[in-house]
């Protein structure tokens, strides 16, 4: 499986393409119970998907190769298996997110953010045209362009109440490259940390975006930095 990556301040992203692959023919042994009880109950594409983005947080996240880790999703509104991706055993916070055959992911050590949130959609010629199939969303406001969507998408996803949460009643606020170069602040409604999002690189094609919730005072994020890597992931 052939992964890109990308660093943006102190998040760490990788993305990928889902395809047929004997490399994710054992991916059950990183899921928790809740994961594998939700990728048994998918038709075949979207089980390869899964599979594919728990593959990148393979990538990202120290000790799952080793089982030490294992990931969990448990919605933290009715217990269900459809909840964020939680990494148990790890000090990290991670995202995944799906625009067609296309898998990208998100990790953060939690000294640096106490939640990330990552969005991938399609490109569009225009990504800052005002999309109308958004219309009903956000009546009586004009709908946000794709770029402000991924942000918004990414932004709620740190929040981890997702869709729950009204897409109109996000609002964005200040420029703040301090925690991701580029970002901007987010508010949530019934969220008291702040909430960074900014725009990411991704594979061609497509528009990606991530978000972080602040960690604690006490911990400073490290130095931010770009990076970008190709690499041939292998069993």
Same mark, same amino acid.
């Given at each position: 499986m052939m992964i890109d990556e990308t660093i943006l301040g102190p998040v760490r992203i990788a993305w990928t393409r889902a395809v047929d692959d004997? /490399?994710?023919l054992d991916a059950e042994r990183m899921l928790?119970?809740?994961q594998r009880i939700r990728h048994d109950g998918m038709d075949a594409a979207r089980a390869r998907r899964f599979a594919t983005g728990r593959r990148l947080l393979e990538a990202l996240v120290p000790g799952i190769v080793s089982g030490a880790v294992r990931i969990e999703s448990v919605c933290e509104h009715c217990g269900g298996d459809h909840g964020?991706? /939680?990494a148990k055993g790890a000090p990290f916070a991670v995202? !995944?997110?799906?625009?067609? /055959?296309?898998?990208?992911?998100?990790?953060?050590a939690l000294e640096s953010a106490s939640a990330v949130g990552? /969005? %991938?959609?399609?490109? *569009?010629?225009d990504v800052d045209a005002s999309m109308s199939e958004l219309a009903r969303l956000f009546a009586p406001r004009t709908p946000p362009g794709l770029r402000?969507? *991924?942000?918004?998408e990414a932004a709620v996803k740190a929040d981890g109440?997702?869709?729950?949460?009204?897409?109109?009643? !996000?609002?964005f606020g200040e420029r703040s490259g301090m925690l991701l170069p580029g970002g901007r602040v987010v508010r949530v409604p019934g969220r008291d940390e702040r %909430?960074?999002?900014?725009?990411a690189a991704g594979p061609p094609g497509h528009i990606v975006s991530v978000a972080v919730v602040e960690a604690a005072p006490e911990a400073a994020p490290p130095p931010a930095t770009h990076g970008t890597g190709r690499r041939a992931m292998t069993r």
């Open positions: 004997a /490399d994710l928790g119970p809740s964020r991706p /939680d995202s !995944v997110s799906y625009a067609g /055959d296309m898998v990208a992911a998100a990790a953060v990552i /969005d %991938i959609e399609h490109r *569009t010629s402000e969507w *991924t942000e918004i109440r997702g869709l729950r949460v009204p897409p109109s009643d !996000v609002a %909430i960074v999002v900014a725009p």
